[in-house]
């Protein structure tokens, strides 16, 4: 047995405790059918220990699920949560909650996301990052800065991979008239969101101060729909770190962000204000 404590193993063991008292069973009786003390078996359903295909089949026989598409679908997250990705390599570098972040972006086939003060990460140039990373984490080693930024560029590789994502994000006015790194900087990093305005999979919008007051004042966020077996999901962004969402509660977020969207500039709109700001920092 690992230790887990990731979303992936979180949400698994929630189905597995749901399916046992659905049963009516014990965890002593879950312990005694896969030779695990009934410990081991809460600690697999509260995800500080990740189940694996074995343990989770033998959830299955013994509480008589025999549906075809049930059985699919708990086998899938049972290899997701062993699943080894790219991010495991930065994982001494980063707080759990932006690993759950970063694994969503990877299994999510659609993103929505709205940033109030920044430009949001998948879509952010390597200088603009930098400096970004610079400023919010003043004490961090040169090292530690290289690292954190190749995180946010390994991010991005997401939208150049053969699985297919749809991503439309909102960004306030403010966040693209504040400077970062410089002119020179601000100004390529207006220029990549016009360049990425173009990909058909994704849409960039501009919520303009003219707009007034909006229904997300609180700060950013981001929203994954994910493939089946999957809920909703969201992760939100505050100054204590990153608040990861489902179910319901993200899908009242989302509608927020269906709410920003219609308050924002369209696409052909947005190009021209992007373009208008890249031409007063020339």
């Known amino acids: 047995m690992v230790k887990a404590s990731t979303l992936r193993a979180q949400w698994l063991g929630q189905q597995l405790r749901e399916m046992r008292e659905s049963a ?3 965890l002593k009786d879950v312990g005694d059918y896969i030779n695990r003390n009934a410990s081991t078996v809460s600690r697999l359903e509260s995800g500080v220990v990740a189940a694996r295909v074995p343990d989770v089949l033998a959830y299955l026989d013994l509480c008589g699920i025999d549906d075809g ?3 699919a679908d708990l086998t899938t997250m049972a290899k997701d949560v062993w699943q080894k990705g790219w991010w495991d390599g930065f994982a001494a570098d980063v707080v759990g909650s932006l690993i759950d972040w970063i694994w969503l972006e990877s299994r999510a086939e659609e993103i929505y996301s709205f940033e109030v003060a920044v430009v949001p990460g998948l879509l952010q140039t390597r200088a603009y990052a930098e400096a970004l990373i610079r400023m919010v984490d003043s004490d961090a080693t040169e090292e530690q800065i290289g690292r954190y930024v190749e995180i946010r560029l390994a991010r991005q590789r997401r939208l150049e991979g053969g699985s297919p994502v749809t991503v439309s994000v909102v960004i306030d006015e403010g966040a693209l008239r504040r400077p970062v790194g410089g002119a020179e900087v601000m100004r390529a990093q207006l220029e990549h969101l016009c360049a990425a305005a173009e990909h058909g999979d994704v849409e960039v919008l501009v919520l303009p101060a003219s707009a007034g007051a909006h229904p997300s004042p609180e700060g950013a966020f981001n929203i994954f729909r994910m493939p089946a077996p999957y809920p909703l999901a969201g992760c939100i962004s505050t100054v204590a770190g990153n608040l990861v969402i489902e179910g319901a509660m993200a899908d009242s977020v989302l509608r927020i962000y269906d709410r920003l969207r219609g308050m ?17 920092l020339e």
Do not use: N, S
Request: a positive charge.
């Open 69 to 71: 598409r049930r059985r």
């Open 24 to 26: 009516g069973l014990t």
């Open 264 to 280: 924002a500039l369209r696409q052909k709109p947005t190009r021209t204000f992007l373009t208008e700001l890249i031409k007063q």
